[in-house]
């Protein structure tokens, strides 16, 4: 475990555990407020994310900064990592092996961050942090708490640009993020 965020975060953008190392331009550790209570989770950098090194900073991150808006967050005041930090080619789902090669970078940022809420943008984070046979479609916006940590998971932003009809049923959960963030941050005030 890495005493610092200083110490992991040159640990991870010097990683060379799996193949996605091979064709990643840059490793994407995260970004935000680093003692954010709130942390969302995505599954890995698309394309504009690992040209700029940063999280969600295409389409869906457009889509993931008005959705915070509506409710009254926005970067400044939450963490937004993912499951894996290098883009998977093509931008294919990140394969088992290699969300294994990855999650200590996660958990050790979770460790150092302490969170009190962590959003799981999508199916795979969903899978991988609250349960393996997560149904996201059924699922999204129940939380759970584990280790002192509630979790939820929600539509990813990437989904909801291709069917937009879900947009509403995916607001629905940021309105409920807002509630939970009302009731048990202290530092994060919306």
């Given at each position: 475990m890495n005493e610092?965020?200083?110490?992991?975060?040159?640990?991870?953008?010097?990683?060379?555990?799996?193949?996605?190392?091979?064709?990643?331009?840059?490793v994407v550790f995260g970004g935000g407020r680093k003692d954010a209570e709130v942390l969302f989770i995505g599954e890995g950098p698309g394309e504009q994310e690992d040209l700029r090194g940063e999280p969600f900073v295409g389409r869906a991150g457009q889509l993931l900064d008005k959705m915070l808006l509506a409710v009254g967050l926005d970067r400044t005041m939450v963490y937004i990592a993912n499951i894996v930090k290098c883009r998977p080619p093509q931008n294919r789902d990140p394969k088992p092996e290699e969300q294994e090669?990855?999650?200590?970078?996660?958990?050790?940022?979770?460790?150092?961050?302490?969170?009190?809420?962590i959003v799981?943008?999508?199916?795979?984070?969903?899978?991988?942090?609250?349960?393996?046979?997560?149904?996201?479609?059924?699922?999204?916006?129940?939380?759970?708490?584990?280790?002192?940590?509630?979790?939820?998971?929600?539509?990813?932003?990437a989904a909801l640009l291709r069917?937009?009809?879900?947009?509403?049923?995916?607001?629905?959960?940021?309105?409920?993020?807002?509630?939970?963030?009302r009731e048990i941050c202290e530092t994060t005030k919306i």
């Open positions: 610092t965020w200083e110490e992991l975060k040159a640990e991870c953008l010097a990683c060379r555990k799996c193949e996605l190392c091979e064709t990643r331009t840059n090669q990855c999650i200590d970078w996660l958990r050790s940022q979770v460790k150092i961050m302490r969170p009190k809420i799981c943008l999508g199916r795979i984070s969903g899978m991988r942090l609250i349960k393996p046979d997560l149904r996201i479609m059924k699922e999204h916006g129940q939380w759970v708490e584990r280790g002192g940590i509630y979790m939820m998971a929600t539509l990813h932003p069917n937009p009809t879900q947009k509403p049923e995916a607001f629905k959960d940021y309105l409920s993020l807002r509630e939970k963030i």
